[in-house]
């Protein structure tokens, strides 16, 4: 039996879902404002219909499949 | 916390017989409980032993045999209840995206789309008594299955915990968050508080998620229910805050709610990949236990919200 090295990442897209965002970042959103992450995980909106852009609220799951990201 | 009111004569006995110690509870001739909340209450105090105890109840009685083998009769009749209301196996395909839309496909009364758009005052502070059971508890069972894990499910459960936990700031702490938004709207923030003013459903919520938690054997249940939760929270916790703001309550209480709004919607995607993924990759077994856990808080969380609806004179 072996140690693996495991496959992580520190940007993840998530399918039909956001871009979960893992540490310290800082997002500049379409009109050149800058949003700081707030805490160790963050998902920022893909579907471009979230109410707290650019971070995610879950409003990808209300659209029709062929409209999440 | 002293122990809860007993709500009959079973729970009157267990706790008359906590409260004198280990040789009351090795004596005790306990008769049957008489409702579900007789039960319930009395488990709820049992299992309350392992988070922060009672004032009237001394600490050693936490791991007596005795009070072992009556929580362990309890928590087999809370199981067998709870694997027989869901009647359908695990759906086929890709993990997350068949958990995801077994969330979403679950068909529930919504106490957030009531709070967001008749509640008044007073039925928001009702609700708000009943989620303190929980909430001043925030993430506790599940920091109980960590333990429990190898590397990968491991690390992103602390990963999604750290955060809950407020990441190293007391300030930050889910259930600080809470307590604080309790005191602002003028309600108690005292650990269990409330526990005498709740019906057996939210009892029998806050049960399961011990139930989950302490017993290995169910861990995939645990994080089953934990990966329900936060995948059902993103999209309520923006509606109770709408109608918190509604009725003009403390803004102590709404940031609670919308801190909920986007965390949750990370936390979601870390529980249901990375925690739950991961679980299930090197223990495929565990899939109908993850959909156990799932459908007991999605079911119980129904369940409340049709108790709650309907003593406010709405049907559910």
């Not at chain 2, 008749?118 to 708000?128: P, S, T």
């Not at chain 2, 700031?169 to 938004?181: D, E, I, K, M």
């Amino acid at each position: 039996m072996t140690a693996p090295e495991f496959d992580h990442a520190d940007v993840v897209l998530c399918p039909g879902g956001p871009l979960l965002l893992r540490g310290e970042h800082v997002v500049r959103d379409a009109e050149g404002r800058a949003h700081p992450t707030s805490g160790p995980l963050s998902a920022v909106c893909r579907c471009g219909k979230s109410g707290s852009a650019p971070w995610c609220d879950g409003t990808h799951k209300v659209l029709p499949p062929n409209k999440r990201p | 916390m002293m122990l809860p009111k007993p709500r009959g004569a079973f729970s009157a006995d267990v706790f008359e017989a906590l409260r004198s110690g280990p040789s009351g509870l090795a004596e005790a001739q306990l008769p049957e409980a008489e409702s579900p909340e007789d039960e319930a209450i009395a488990l709820w105090s049992l299992y309350e032993l392992h988070f922060r105890g009672f004032e009237d109840v001394e600490e050693d009685l936490e791991w007596y045999p005795a009070v072992l083998h009556l929580r362990g009769g309890l928590e087999t009749e809370l199981e067998a209840r709870l694997r027989a209301r869901r009647t359908e196996d695990a759906p086929d395909g890709d993990f997350a995206e068949a958990f995801f839309a077994f969330v979403e496909d679950f068909d529930g009364p919504s106490l957030a789309r009531f709070v967001q758009t008749e509640a008044d005052e007073e039925q928001v502070l009702d609700l708000l008594r009943m989620r303190s059971i929980y909430h001043l508890k925030e993430a506790d069972p599940s920091s109980w299955v960590v333990p429990r894990l190898d590397t990968a499910p491991k690390a992103a459960l602390v990963e999604l915990l750290f955060d809950e936990y407020g990441a190293g700031n007391p300030n930050r702490l889910h259930h600080h968050l809470f307590a604080r938004g309790l005191e602002a709207v003028g309600l108690r923030s005292e650990y269990g508080a409330y526990i005498d003013d709740v019906p057996v459903e939210i009892l029998e919520q806050n049960n399961a998620m011990s139930l989950f938690g302490l017993h290995r054997r169910l861990r995939g249940a645990a994080l089953g229910h934990l990966a329900a939760f936060e995948a059902s929270s993103s999209m309520p916790s923006r509606r109770m805050a709408a109608g918190l703001e509604r009725l003009g309550l403390d803004s102590t209480m709404i940031e609670y709610y919308t801190e909920h709004v986007t965390a949750d919607a990370a936390h979601e995607q870390v529980a249901v990949r990375a925690i739950c993924g991961t679980l299930l990759d090197q223990e495929p077994g565990l899939l109908e236990d993850v959909f156990l856990g799932a459908f007991t808080c999605l079911d119980l969380e129904a369940r409340a919200a049709r108790h709650l609806l309907e003593r406010w004179g709405r049907a559910a």
